[in-house]
């Protein structure tokens, strides 16, 4: 690339081009037929996915080359940010490489020949209880928090007990042969996760016209009378949104660092004027990647 695609001393000729990397085996958190593998399958279906008991071990499979990229949910509408992802991804050396963002559609899953009137117990993920309130209410049913929903299937099968049910995905009842007993059970249709595709080897796609793309990054402000305020000021005046801000607190409860997604290519002039201007203001300036904004997004 040119020196326009050079950022705050960052060139992103250090990232490979998209043909060659987009690996074939996923790593994810949970078990077969969670939410995170059916967001992987929709963007790859015919991409190998590999289940990891814990978020670190998920960031692990990719860095270790084990996995060639990970999927991990990043925010969702209602529950808000996955904080252990947040914490993990500064450290990672992991870049980003795309984002999808999926509709969470909740089912309640029991064994085959289960009447729901019959039903005592549920099992599921922290995020998915209470995103299905009405339901778990109207049933009265006894809540038993899971590492995942996909496992809360899984173990219901084991149970063997048809009084005790699962909240988790239509495809976790294909894998494990559990009954569909009652689909969109979500309190609220606009329940959305986001995902971030990870990869130890990073790229940044051609810059297209008439496409949008999110450039993200983490960055430090200086000890400066009003630096947050001076660095973003680049963003507005150079008309560049961002469209996510988040702090991150070191162990004093100061807000250490900022993490970002703004709207922008590298090649695109006021994106680097932008990042100029943060430079004054900001350091250990971390780029995660550039990479096609998902058409979700309503840019």
Known sequence: MSDKATILGF???????????????????????????????????????????????????????????????????????????????PSSKLHIIGETFLPIHHALLGLKGTKIKELTDVYSHVHALPQCSKVIHELGLKQHVH??????????????????????????????????????????????????FLSQEGYVPAHENG??????????????????????????????????????VNENFEAAQFYADVIGHPEERPLQLAMEELGFFAKDVQIFGTYEADKFRKI
């Open 211 to 248: 496409k949008s793309y999110i450039t993200s990054f983490i960055f430090e402000v200086r000890n400066i009378p009003a630096a947050l305020y001076k660095g973003l000021g680049g963003f507005a005046t150079n008309n560049v949104n961002m469209v996510k801000l988040e702090s991150y």
């Open 11 to 89: 060139s992103f000729d250090s990232f490979k081009n998209q043909e060659g990397i987009m690996g074939q085996t996923i790593a994810f958190q949970g078990h077969h037929g969670a939410y995170h593998e059916q967001a992987a399958l929709e963007i790859y279906p015919d991409a190998k996915t590999l289940p990891c008991e814990t978020f670190e071990e998920t960031f692990a499979a990719a860095k270790n080359g084990t996995a060639d990229m990970a999927i991990i949910a990043v925010d969702n509408t209602l529950a808000g940010r996955v904080a252990d992802v947040h914490r993990l991804l």
């Open 147 to 196: 590492a995942d929903t996909a496992g809360s299937a899984q173990d219901i099968l084991k149970m063997a007990d048809p009084t005790q049910a699962a909240i988790a995905s239509t495809l976790a009842a294909e894998i494990y042969g559990l009954e569909v007993l009652r689909e969109g059970i979500e309190d609220v249709a606009h329940n959305t996760t986001r995902f971030l």
